[in-house]
Structure formats: structure tokens, C-alpha cells
């Protein structure tokens, strides 16, 4: 009893001395910002003494310091309904606000500032008070953990806290990092975490083990994911399609279609997701049956607090740190982007994308304020002892479509989710229960200029004129739909839609076009059925021979009166469905497992019309965009197709000999089968927390 009383007290005092510490250096940094800004005074305009100066900069920053404490949270509280761009900017006056707050409380009433002075001295001072906090607290595995609790989400306070039996399970999606993109950054020592975990090191042996699994045709986050988290991601033939029979382009990092997509998916697979029960979402396109989502694209339109996805924003930016922090590393990371782009255009590097605009502000959300919110949440599950988390950081994606793969940047961004990786390890030391973390990916990327730079036309251009139909004289982009766009559309409350295209386009004779990375999808929306080759050919005469023949092209699946479905090539090749092979014809050379996913995309509902896949080199990996992109993926040809799982050697292995859905070369195919896995996983956990001593006696009870 005596050793617990001490013990509380050692706590309590080396509280108090971390208090007074950042208590301290809040009042030092008040002192040098009265001394650098003219527009900030800590005394009277006769003068005082260093001593009353001392003492109201402390009596300022104590009382700032109990504001931000006591009175911030409440105000995010009240802000529950701004939109989250909003409230990033409210966050930094109403900090501003509290200082001046805190220096009319002061009672020598000597202190005084301009607003916009207010505004710098606040972000700096809680800035500095979080440094100085969080360094001590390092020092104090207990106080680190209390500090890490202040990450989790205020609202899952309301609930008590889960069962924390057995272990708990955290999937980190990283998106488009393919298989060898992974063990490259792994060879060339930018991923030290990951080296680790695969290698081991000091006398330990490795702990995780690395699979590589094998896309669907429609090699993208939507349809990977979708299948990943529900099981099912039949019938999503590619990012964007038309659907006939609603009349409407369906498009995957738009809320409404994620919405649809989810309820379909929960249907056909007959149960609500991978996370069902004490699971929860952070930063995905589709829910997965968890109770917890936040940042997710399905719910997105939703109005209920309890699941609105902006909430995981709000979280994160009730602690002002986070926010000042956050802004400086985004606008470090627009400055970096316009420089990298910059270079990039002056060296007249080839392939190469526009890279103005907004897309500066969009890779910089992607990749600082997206991955620190949805880490932020997935250390306040873990610390909350959920079950199981699933959390995708698009940060890579976003930057390989435009920088490439394998570029300097792209590489860059790998060592930072390296590190939020080692992040979510250490916090897992301080979690109520043991975590295992899987890390995967849903996709890899293709390297490869766009279709429109190599032939000077687009897809929808070359289609125009096998129509006989006007084509515009300069070839206009096709726009891009990264899944970070989503987010920050989702995140400014604005509805994702792109530039001229029509989501109920009227029942017109002229074809729709549309893009998937590599993969582009025709259909003509005046013919209410799927059309055969036959009435394509009656219609168009020269249209499937012109695409078939084109050098920028691999191959075309279109329905067909006699064959049921038929693969075309160049130079009249012809092979029906059921007789694909991966190593002749059109699909040599697209890889293991290519002609079993032709197939299975060939019985879905809303296949297009004519699906197109681009060229692709085997020597180099290269395909042809039919987007604005240099590293792509939406079809066959190349690393997007492969995809990796790495995994603790304490689960199960990810196959086994003969089961079904694995491929002898590459591993398991499609993100249905990998879903199977995920779920067999999370069940071994469920089922050794039922053989523990605790929960055999709780069930005996």
C-alpha cells in the first residue's frame, strides 16, 4: 500500500514539474515575441521593470495556457457543423482570440496586442508549449501514454470502452505502393521500419512477412477496397462507368456512388464488412460495417453527428498544436511541390504531367493533413483498445500520378509513411491490449506517358473518329480522379464532380467515353442493352477495327452474338472468352491471371459497351494512360496489378497450398480473396481471446 501512495505521488509531482516546465518556457517564448513584435506589449507605456514585465508574461501564458485547456475543446464542440477547411482557419483566430482573452484576465493589466499579432503569438506559444510537453512526456512512458489519449476520438469517450481481451488488429492501407516498389524503398534504406519488421535486427529475427497478391482487371481503390472491407466488389467493372439502366456515370470517390457501391456489396456478400462490431474506418472510400468511421467517403453525405466522416477532422484539430503544426509541414509541402514541379519542367523531364492549378494544395492535403488526421485516429483507436481499425493514407498514390513511381518524390513520401509506421508501433506499446499491425496495399502503379502525349489525341478523340464524327482540333486532358481529391471534396463539403462530365447524360446517339487509368469504357447510351459486336459493327463499321489496330492500344472485350463475348487485337485477332490465354493472343503479356479476370469482368451487369485496355511493354512495365497521369492503374499491364500484404508471422500465413483464388506465381488474386484472408485472421484473434483464462471463466460464468 505504502509503494502504490508513493507511486501516486511520484505521478503527481512529476506532473506538476512538467506543468510548470512548459508553464516556463510559454512564459520565455510571451518575453522574446514582446520583444520581436512591435504590436505586442507586456507593459505600460511609462515602462516597468524586467520583474513586472516577468510577471505579467507569466500570469499571460498560465492563463492562455488553462484557456486552451479548459475552454478550446468546448469550442470545437460548437463547431461541430463548419465544414473542416473552415474550421482549419477558425482554428488559428480563435486561438488568437484566447490570448487576448487570457491578457484582458491578467490581472497587472498590462499586456495588450493587435489582433493579427494575437493570432501569430497563439500559434506560436501552443506551438511551443506542445514541443516542450511532448518532449518531457516522451521521458515518462505514463505521461506519454496520457498524452496519446488526447489523440482519440472526444466522442468515444460518451461510450465505455470495449473489452480488451486478446489481441487487437490494425490494417494500414498504403495506397498504390505496389509489391516491388515496396522492397526496392526497402533496399535502398528509405523504409527502416519496414526493413525491420522484414529483416529483423540486434539478435531479433524478422517479425512480418511479405506476399505479394494480384489485382482484379479494375486495379484500383475502388473496386480493391470495396472488396477488401465488404467482401464483394462484384460488378465494378472500372473507377467510372455508365450504367444504362439509371442512366447515370457512376464514379468511385464520389459519396453518392461510394454509398450505392457499399449497399450493393453489403447485399451480394450477405454481411455489413470486414469490421462489423468493434471495428472502426479511418480515411477509406467504404465503411466496412465498423461502428467508428471517420474520413469515410460512403457517409459523407450523411447529416447524423454520430457518423458523419468530417468528425475525424474535428478530433484532430481539438488540440490547437495539431493545427499549427499541421499548417506549417502543409504549407512546407506546397512550397516543395511547386519546387519539385518547377525543376522538374526546366529539366523538360519526359514523361510529364501539368502539375499547377490546385494540385499543390491537393498533394499537400494528401500528403501532411490526411495522413496526420487519420494516424491521429488510428493511435485514439488503439488507445481505446478496438478490435480491429482499417485506415488507408493515399499520400504515395497522390504523388505517383504525377511525379511517377519510382521518382524522387514519390520515394520521399515513402520515408514519412515510414515513419508514421513506426509512430503507430510505438503507441501500440501503450495500448490496453496487444496489437498486431498488418500493413497492405490495394493497387501498385504503372509507370508510362499519357495516351494523349504519345498520339497527340485522346481516347474520346480516336473513338469520335472511328464514329465519324468531329474531332476538336486540340486534343483537351482528360481529368484525373485520384482518391485524394475525394477527401479534400469531402472535407470542403463540395460535391465531386469533374469538369464536363454529366452524371445523367441524356439518351444521345453519340458514345460516352470514359477513363481508368489504362482502362477506358465505351457505351452508347441510346441502346438500352449492353451491345454486341455485331450491332457495334452494324452501326460504326470502322470503329472497333480502328481501335483494335491502334499501336496505343493492347486489346478490346467486347459481347459478342456467336462467342457470347470476344477479345479483339490487332490485326483482326479475334479469341472468344472461354478461350483466353494468358500466354497467347491479345493477353500475352499481360501477366498471370489477366484472362480469368477478362472473364469475370465480362459477366458483370454494367460492363461498357467496348472495354479498353492500353498497350503495354513487358520489358519496361510501361502502359499509356488514357487520364492526365504518369503513374496509373484502373487496368491490366505492369506493377498496378501487383499489390503486397505484409504481415506478422504470429497469424496464419495468407495461403496455403491449393486453396482457392491463389495463383502458384503471384499469390492471391483479387480483393475478394484478400478479404478471406483479413477476415481468418481477425477470427484466430477472436478465438484465442476466447481461450484466455479470463474470458473461459466470463463464459463459465
Known amino acids: 500500500m505504502r509503494g502504490v501512495r508513493e507511486g501516486r505521488w511520484r505521478r503527481i509531482a512529476s506532473q506538476i514539474g512538467r506543468s510548470v516546465a512548459v508553464w516556463a518556457v510559454s512564459t520565455v517564448t510571451m518575453l522574446v515575441l514582446a520583444g520581436i513584435l512591435p504590436d505586442f506589449q507586456l507593459q ?5 521593470s524586467a520583474t513586472t514585465i516577468a510577471v505579467t508574461a507569466a500570469l499571460g501564458a498560465g492563463a492562455f495556457g488553462l484557456l486552451s485547456a479548459l475552454v478550446w475543446p468546448l469550442l470545437v464542440r460548437l463547431l461541430l457543423l463548419v465544414p473542416a477547411w473552415i474550421l482549419g482557419l477558425l482554428v488559428f483566430f480563435l486561438n488568437g482570440a484566447l490570448l487576448l482573452v487570457a491578457l484582458d484576465l491578467n490581472p497587472a493589466e498590462r499586456g495588450a496586442a493587435a489582433p493579427e499579432t494575437a493570432v501569430v503569438v497563439a500559434a506560436v506559444m501552443s506551438a511551443v508549449a ?24 472526444r466522442r468515444r469517450r460518451r461510450t465505455p470502452p470495449p473489452s480488451a481481451a486478446g489481441h487487437g488488429t490494425v490494417f494500414l492501407q498504403l495506397d498504390g505502393v505496389g509489391h516491388d516498389v515496396l522492397l ?5 534504406g528509405l523504409m527502416p521500419t519496414v526493413a525491420r519488421w522484414l529483416d529483423g535486427g540486434a539478435g531479433r529475427g524478422p517479425s512480418h512477412r511479405l506476399t505479394p497478391w494480384r489485382t482484379d482487371w479494375s486495379s484500383q481503390t475502388g473496386a480493391s477496397q470495396l472488396g477488401i ?21 457512376m464514379v468511385c470517390n464520389r459519396p453518392t456512388s461510394a454509398a450505392e457501391l457499399q449497399r450493393r456489396a453489403v447485399g451480394y456478400a450477405g454481411h455489413p464488412g470486414l469490421l462489423t ?8 472510400l467504404f465503411g466496412g460495417g465498423a461502428d467508428e468511421q471517420a474520413l469515410v467517403l460512403s457517409i459523407a453525405t450523411r447529416r447524423r453527428r454520430q457518423t458523419r466522416s468530417r468528425a475525424g477532422y474535428f478530433a484532430y484539430f481539438s488540440d490547437p498544436a495539431n493545427a499549427v503544426r499541421t499548417a506549417l509541414s502543409f504549407v512546407s509541402e506546397v512550397g516543395r511541390e ?14 510529364r504531367v501539368s502539375r499547377g492549378g490546385l494540385y499543390p494544395f491537393v498533394r499537400a492535403f494528401a500528403t501532411v493533413v490526411e495522413r496526420d488526421v487519420v494516424v491521429a485516429a488510428v493511435m485514439g483507436d488503439m488507445l481505446a483498445g478496438r478490435t480491429a481499425v482499417y485506415a488507408d493514407l493515399v499520400a504515395y498514390d497522390e504523388v505517383a500520378h504525377h511525379s511517377g513511381p519510382m521518382s524522387r518524390d514519390a520515394e520521399k513520401v515513402l520515408g514519412r509513411l515510414d515513419r508514421s509506421l513506426a509512430l503507430i508501433e510505438k503507441v501500440a506499446e501503450h495500448a490496453p491490449r496487444p496489437y498486431r499491425v498488418v500493413v497492405l496495399s490495394d493497387h501498385g502503379q504503372s509507370p508510362g506517358e499519357t495516351f494523349r502525349a504519345r498520339y497527340g489525341l485522346t481516347l474520346g478523340d480516336l473513338v469520335r473518329a472511328g464514329c465519324g464524327l468531329p474531332v476538336p482540333r486540340h486534343a483537351r486532358r482528360t481529368r484525373s480522379g485520384a482518391e485524394a481529391r475525394a477527401a479534400v471534396r469531402a472535407a470542403l463539403r463540395i460535391p465531386v464532380e469533374e469538369a464536363g462530365e454529366q452524371y445523367r447524360p441524356s439518351r444521345r446517339s453519340e458514345p460516352i467515353v470514359l477513363a481508368s487509368g489504362n482502362l477506358g469504357l465505351i457505351s452508347f447510351p441510346d441502346v438500352p442493352h449492353r451491345m454486341t459486336k455485331e450491332e457495334i459493327e452494324a452501326r460504326h463499321p470502322a470503329l472497333l477495327t480502328t481501335l483494335a489496330n491502334h499501336p496505343g492500344i493492347g486489346f478490346l472485350l467486347v459481347r459478342s452474338e456467336r462467342y457470347g463475348g470476344v477479345v479483339l487485337g490487332a490485326s483482326g485477332a479475334e479469341v472468344p472468352v472461354a478461350e483466353l490465354d494468358d500466354a497467347s493472343g491479345p493477353l500475352a503479356g499481360f501477366g498471370p491471371g489477366a484472362a480469368a479476370a477478362v472473364r469475370r469482368t465480362h459477366t458483370f451487369p454494367h460492363t461498357a459497351d467496348i472495354m479498353v485496355n492500353s498497350f503495354h511493354d513487358p520489358a519496361d512495365g510501361e502502359v499509356l494512360a488514357f487520364e492526365e497521369q504518369i503513374g496509373s492503374h484502373g487496368g491490366l499491364g505492369g506493377a498496378q496489378q501487383k499489390a503486397f500484404l505484409l504481415s506478422p508471422l504470429a497469424l496464419s500465413p495468407p495461403v496455403a497450398a491449393g486453396e482457392d483464388g491463389v495463383h502458384r506465381a503471384s499469390g492471391p488474386t483479387g480483393a475478394e480473396q484478400v478479404h478471406r484472408i483479413l477476415r481468418r485472421w481477425l477470427r484466430e484473434a477472436r478465438d484465442h481471446a476466447a481461450q484466455l483464462p479470463g474470458a473461459r471463466e466470463e463464459n463459465a460464468a
Open 229 to 249: 472491407l465488404h467482401g464483394s466488389n462484384h460488378d465494378v467493372p472500372a473507377f467510372r462507368w455508365y450504367e444504362k439502366d439509371t442512366r447515370e456515370v
Open 338 to 351: 511547386i519546387g519539385q514541379s518547377t525543376r522538374a519542367r526546366l529539366r523538360k523531364q519526359r514523361p
Open 277 to 284: 462490431g468493434d471495428g472502426a474506418s479511418r480515411g477509406n
Open 44 to 48: 505600460s507605456a511609462d515602462g516597468d
Open 130 to 153: 506542445s514541443a516542450t510537453g511532448g518532449a518531457l512526456a516522451v521521458r515518462d512512458d505514463d505521461a506519454y501514454r496520457r498524452r496519446l489519449y488526447r489523440l482519440a476520438d
Open 184 to 188: 526496392d524503398a526497402v533496399g535502398k
